[in-house]
């Protein structure tokens, strides 16, 4: 193989890498790890909203001020909702199961999370192992993202 083809080769790889990069994890499902995934607490709707929609990239889908100030947020085919109704969100949060953790990490960072690493790790539930990673929004919430291992 010729120095062309080689160079040729590698600008390939390193364009591949790049958009691998860029890709958008898939979300499948959300599991709440109380309750309802539908009912989040937050304490102010309004400054919540920008990290979902900026960093994790949900649109909202539908919101409410009465009987409390609520959003359902979406992305792909998964739904979220998110309300000010006095839970304590230090205490609550959802399991995202993605396609690619990898994707899922890159994908916010390119948002604007400020975080170097994922500190990915190997979770088992029951007979099913995830590779894991976890993020705490501003508004206290906990989120684990997860790629189901074979």
């Known amino acids: 193989m010729d120095n062309e083809a080689v160079g040729q080769i590698a600008g390939l790889h390193r364009?591949?890498?790049?958009?691998?990069?860029?890709?958008?994890?898939?979300?499948r499902s959300a599991s709440p790890y109380l309750e309802d995934e539908m009912n989040l607490p937050v304490k102010d709707l309004d400054a919540a909203l920008p990290f979902y929609k900026k960093i994790?990239?949900?649109?909202?889908?539908?919101?409410?001020?009465?009987?409390?100030?609520s959003a359902v947020l979406g992305r792909n085919d998964v739904q979220m909702g998110l309300a000010e109704n006095g839970g304590?969100?230090?205490?609550?949060?959802?399991?995202?199961?993605?396609?690619?953790?990898?994707?899922?990490?890159?994908e916010l960072k390119s948002n604007g999370l400020d975080r170097e690493e994922a500190g990915f790790r190997i979770d088992r539930y029951g007979d099913t192992s995830y590779k894991v990673f976890f993020v705490v929004a501003p508004d206290g919430l906990c989120y684990c993202l997860g790629e189901r291992q074979k």
């Open 15 to 27: 364009m591949t890498s790049a958009r691998e990069l860029h890709m958008k994890a898939v979300y």
């Open 56 to 69: 994790m990239g949900f649109e909202i889908v539908s919101r409410e001020d009465l009987p409390t100030k």
């Open 88 to 106: 304590d969100p230090t205490q609550e949060g959802c399991f995202f199961e993605v396609d690619s953790v990898e994707a899922a990490f890159s």
